[in-house]
């Protein structure tokens, strides 16, 4: 069992940067890569950003790519996803959720936080 807590959320103009932060807990949650997802009233869930248990891989949307930065400190138990240039298309909910097989979509992601809000003004 993996718990997820997400932090770091908040209202920002465009052009600002946020840190998100997710910290992991359980016995065996650094064993576990952590993904991003976004999702905006109405809209689906989407895929932001992978890292791998040991932070070798990462994946990133296309729509993220030279913006957000994920990374993670094992020793801290936690995941941060670095936004930067932040634009009011990245409104929505942020989740991050924990996996032992990563990819860039939801499927096989078993553990899931209760999300965080990023709002960008315009």
């Known amino acids: 069992q993996v718990q997820l807590v997400e932090s770091g959320g908040g209202l920002v103009q465009a052009g600002g940067s946020l840190r998100l932060s997710c910290a992991t807990s359980g016995r065996t949650s650094g064993n576990y890569g952590v993904g991003w997802f976004h999702q905006a009233p109405g809209k689906e869930r989407e895929f932001v950003a992978a890292?791998?248990?040991?932070?070798?891989?990462?994946y990133y949307a296309d729509s993220v790519k030279g913006r957000f930065t994920i990374s993670r400190d094992n020793a801290k138990n936690t995941v941060y996803l670095q936004m930067n240039n932040l634009k009011p298309g990245d409104t929505a909910t942020y989740y991050c959720a924990a996996t032992r097989i990563l990819s860039t979509t939801d499927f096989g992601y078993d553990y899931w936080g209760q999300g965080t809000q990023v709002t960008v003004s315009s």
């Open positions: 890292i791998s248990w040991n932070g070798g891989t990462t």
